[in-house]
């Protein structure tokens, strides 16, 4: 068992990430509402209590509190932005708003660094701030280890009581050092060991696995997509053949993709079974135009198709689910899974005769389940792929969809795929790609008029994908990329790049 930290989440928009930048420091962390029972607390044994911040004023009624008794159950606790602002009025010190106390943005602060949270690191830098409430008055026992020109307590401690409380966020990249005061938290203040790591997590699922499924039958369906994909890698080292991938290329895949995912799996010991179904899902698609209508015929096929392969392997004992944690993190607010529901094609195939699923995935963040990837020996080009939407390009086509429309865009996106990795951006934009406008426009090639189709490039940095900018692709780069795809493809005389942010635009054209 892996020593645990927990985060209580108080509505703060960087639950998740606190709970990353902590297992980066190799310590496991999960992220539970700030509800969770005193009782359910103790019976988990955290090495520390991380509480995040949130939208609230602590001196509110209706604002999330926690018990008093928290303070007294000996295990140390980091209160972050609200959860220090919580820390400090619970314990009988005094929160106020005030116009000349509240900061935003990086702000040049001042440390203690005879605090353990601050052993060994600058006694000056920059903290990302965002708060309208200050602590006017420290609680008793409390002294303060940080401050700004504007904020008496940045920082304070009560350290024979193992309390601690940082008025910025120590998980934005913007505060220097950040990470390295948490890892003083853990390390100095909490003593762990740092027992969590990819290759530790590995061994522990590959064990894990094989005591859950013995000599039972695993069914999987592989999308290709980072998740399925290391999955499978796991699946197939813990208990080999006794898994069965069930691959649907629905004919919507970018160029190649099809082939690329079947031949990085040709060497592992597993069952590989590829269902080329691009027919039948086109034939299901004609004449279709409506974006909503597209999804819903492609998430309701591929779970028929997914069927018919099953109903040949008959009953099995397990379903591999590739979910990973942010789909399963219990938010403070209740809000976040919500948001991307829409996203999920298909759904449980709950006609598959099986008895129990299997989740390994499941305590994972994205970043490590790459890590992971990369541990089992997966190849590079599917732990590194880009997301990639599961109507694939049928959403990337605006209205209807036909055969040479996909072949058209299948090539002019691999051109700007190949170019973007030529110019050495492939891992600094998160997703890019070719939309087919299905929208015709003059043009003039060598002495011929044409009108032909306008090719659309999206190329856009986010962290979460909730947000995103454009990226800022520089311009020869692009000339490049333009003048290769109407050169190189039929039917494209135009090539435009999208230039909005998200919001007001999405990230996909449909
Ligand atoms: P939007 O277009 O909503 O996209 O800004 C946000 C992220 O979600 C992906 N996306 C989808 N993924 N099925 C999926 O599996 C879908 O129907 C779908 N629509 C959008 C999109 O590629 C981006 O990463």
Not at 133 to 139: C, E, N, R, V, W
Not at 227 to 245: E, F, I, P, R, Y
Not at 437 to 450: A, H
Not at 489 to 495: G, L, P, S, T, Y
Request: glycine letters at 8%; hydrophobic letters at 40%; a negative charge.
């Amino acid at each position: 068992m892996h020593e645990l930290v927990i985060v209580l989440d108080f509505g703060g928009q960087y639950n998740q990430l606190i709970a990353r930048r902590v297992r980066e420091c190799n310590v496991y962390c999960e992220v539970k509402s700030y509800k969770t029972d005193l009782e359910e607390i103790k019976r988990l044994n955290p090495k520390a209590i991380i509480f995040t911040g949130g939208p609230n004023s602590v001196y509110l009624e209706d604002s999330p509190k926690v018990d008093k008794a928290i303070f007294e159950l000996g295990i140390p606790i980091l209160g972050i932005c609200y959860g220090c602002q919580l820390m400090a009025y619970t314990l009988g010190g005094n929160v106020e708003a005030a116009e000349n106390a509240s900061e935003y943005g990086m702000t040049e602060t001042e440390f203690n660094t005879s605090s353990p949270l601050f052993k060994g690191l600058k006694d000056k830098s920059v903290t990302w701030m965002s708060h309208t409430d200050y602590i006017s008055k420290l609680p008793e026992g409390f002294k303060s280890v940080a401050h700004t020109a504007d904020c008496p307590v940045a920082a304070m401690e009560n350290t024979d009581a193992k309390l601690y409380g940082i008025q910025y966020h120590p998980e934005v990249m913007h505060t220097e050092n950040g990470t390295a005061m948490l890892r003083n938290f853990l390390y100095e203040v909490c003593n762990c060991s740092g027992d969590w790591s990819m290759s530790n997590y590995a061994q522990t699922a590959i064990k894990n696995i094989r005591e859950k499924v013995g000599s039972g039958k695993v069914l999987l369906a592989l999308s290709g997509g980072v998740d399925s994909s290391v999955l499978a890698a796991l699946l197939s080292k813990a208990v080999g053949n006794q898994l069965t991938c069930i691959f649907v290329d629905h004919g919507l895949m970018r160029k190649n993709e099809g082939d690329e995912v079947e031949a990085a799996f040709k060497d592992w010991d597993v069952n590989f079974v590829r269902v080329n179904a691009g027919e039948r899902f086109l034939s299901k698609l004609k004449g279709v135009s409506d974006p909503e209508t597209k999804r819903k015929i492609i998430g309701e096929e591929f779970i028929r198709v997914f069927e018919d392969e099953a109903k040949k392997i008959g009953k099995v004992d397990f379903l591999a689910q590739g979910t990973i944690y942010p789909d399963v993190i219990e938010s403070g607010s209740g809000d976040a899974a919500v948001i991307k529901s829409h996203h999920n094609v298909g759904g449980l195939p709950d006609y598959v005769d099986f008895k129990e699923i299997v989740e390994p995935l499941r305590l994972l963040f994205k970043d490590e389940v790459r890590q992971l990837g990369i541990e089992l020996g997966l190849a590079d080009y599917l732990v590194w792929r880009q997301p990639f939407p599961g109507p694939g390009l049928a959403i990337r086509i605006i209205g209807d969809i036909t055969e040479d429309k996909i072949a058209i865009l299948q090539d002019a996106d691999y051109i700007f795929r190949e170019e973007i990795a030529n110019a050495g951006m492939d891992k600094d934009i998160n997703q890019y790609f070719a939309v087919l406008t299905s929208m015709r426009s003059v043009g003039v090639m060598g002495d011929s008029r044409t009108y032909d189709y306008t090719l659309a490039l999206r190329g856009v940095t986010t962290t979460d994908f909730m947000t995103a900018d454009f990226a800022r692709i520089p311009y020869d780069v692009l000339a490049k990329i333009s003048s290769r795809i109407v050169n190189e493809v039929k039917n494209i005389n135009r090539v435009v790049y999208d230039i909005t942010t998200k919001p007001p635009s999405t990230i996909e054209w449909e």
